[in-house]
């Protein structure tokens, strides 16, 4: 069995957001396989503190500032015809370590999370080569591309059909492509040229239930100890389908909810809340909390966790993390894709405004039916949504061979 090289487009740590979860998981799982060479960057002062751990886990590892500008690679992209996701993590340096590591070290597994790291797999490299793209990236851009707003969306537009062509060269070249639901996976086979022969796999996303546990957080004291109900959304809040979710809360559902719950609260939880939602924070039982040390507090103290994405792709961890937690979620069914648990049973699912009202209205005037779902949720992720279970199959994807197995000559 020879070694990995594991090239991510951010480090992976602390796993407190969607991206950065997912491969935390898939890293320490490598680990446990083979030595695991990491190549990433970082993009933030909080990224560089994690170096420590990074060093723990990785065999050696190269870590480089992001700090290209989005114009920049805007320009970069004009000139080359790249997508604008390329260049922006177009890097000489990591281009060199890359280079470097698989002419030293007895690599024969390169392990690519996110397409933005494709560009950085050697054109001469012989081993083996696994993609996980998550998701399909090219659609969501088409989706922006199609309901944003100008000049953005033209940029949207143009970045679509440019991502799509990567995505499907990169599963051309790769031994095995991942994605992480089986409706990702078919929305990806549907939008490959004709003949393509993409090897696709689905690696679902699992959810740490030890750390997710109610019974291991206390609900946090400003929301415990005010009337509410309190509604809880959680997420990156400059990611655009978050931004609009938040959006759609506050101009459509809660004043709505409010007409017959007056002290009803929606709280926003997550880092780099963007100009116009915090313009909201304090007006109309609007709460903007930006990034907080811990989530779980607030979804412990949550009365319903909502997820009413228009746009979404992939599984939402935000969902996973708050039936972990044994609270009631209301969700639309793009936040539901890929997660194979009940409407009515495990969570509530709505998808235009009218019946979101209807299904929050109905949640909190059931409170000891509402209560049952939620058990009902938690005992779902513990048994069903396990990182181990999710990633069991990930050394037959590597090409490895497990103690007491064999391999057919084909």
């Excluded at 060199?96 to 560009?119: E, P, Y």
């Excluded at 992939?314 to 993390?321: A, H, Y």
Aim: with cysteine.
């Amino acid at each position: 069995m020879g070694e990995v090289l594991f090239l991510a487009h951010r480090i992976p740590f602390p796993p407190d957001r969607g991206d950065k979860i997912r491969s935390h998981h898939l890293l320490r799982a490598l680990a446990k396989l083979s030595p695991v060479h990491v190549a990433c960057f970082a993009d933030t002062d909080g990224d560089w503190e994690q170096e420590k751990e990074l060093k723990q886990v990785a065999a050696s590892y190269c870590l480089y500032e992001r700090s290209k500008p989005l114009w920049r690679a805007g320009l970069e992209a004009l000139a080359s015809g790249k997508p604008v996701s390329l260049t922006a993590f177009d890097d000489a340096r990591m281009h060199c370590c890359v280079r470097n590591l698989v002419a030293k070290r007895a690599i024969d597994t390169i392990v690519v999370f996110s397409g933005q790291m494709g560009q950085y797999i050697p054109p001469d490299f012989e081993g083996r080569v696994v993609v996980d793209l998550c998701d399909v990236d090219s659609a969501k851009f088409e989706a922006y591309g199609k309901s944003g707003k100008a000049p953005r969306r033209w940029i949207d537009a143009r970045e679509a059909p440019l991502l799509a062509a990567e995505e499907a060269r990169l599963a051309e070249r790769a031994h095995a492509t991942l994605l992480i639901s089986e409706n990702e996976a078919e929305l990806f086979r549907s939008r490959l040229p004709a003949g393509h022969k993409a090897r696709i796999a689905v690696l679902r996303n699992g959810i740490d239930h030890e750390f997710f546990d109610p019974q291991q957080v206390h609900a946090h004291g400003d929301l415990a100890s005010t009337k509410g109900p309190h509604f809880v959304f959680t997420g990156q809040m400059d990611y655009a389908p978050n931004v609009a979710a938040a959006e759609r809360v506050i101009t459509r559902i809660l004043p709505a909810i409010r007409a017959h719950h007056p002290e009803a609260q929606f709280h926003i939880v997550g880092r780099a809340p963007v100009a116009q939602l915090r313009a909201q924070d304090g007006k109309n039982g609007v709460r903007v909390w930006g990034e907080v040390p811990d989530v779980r507090p607030f979804i412990a103290a949550a009365d319903i966790v909502l997820a009413p994405l228009e746009i979404a792709r992939g599984i939402q961890n935000k969902v996973l993390e708050a039936m972990a937690m044994a609270r009631p979620v209301l969700l639309t069914p793009e936040a539901a894709t890929g997660i194979d648990a009940t409407d009515g049973e495990h969570f509530a699912i709505a998808a235009d405004d009218a019946a979101l009202i209807g299904r929050a209205l109905d949640l909190l005037a059931d409170g000891p039916g509402s209560l049952a779902m939620a058990a009902a949720a938690r005992r779902y992720v513990v048994e069903q949504q396990g990182w181990p279970a999710m990633l069991a199959s990930l050394p037959e994807l590597l090409g490895h061979r497990l103690p007491g197995t064999r391999r057919d000559a084909a």
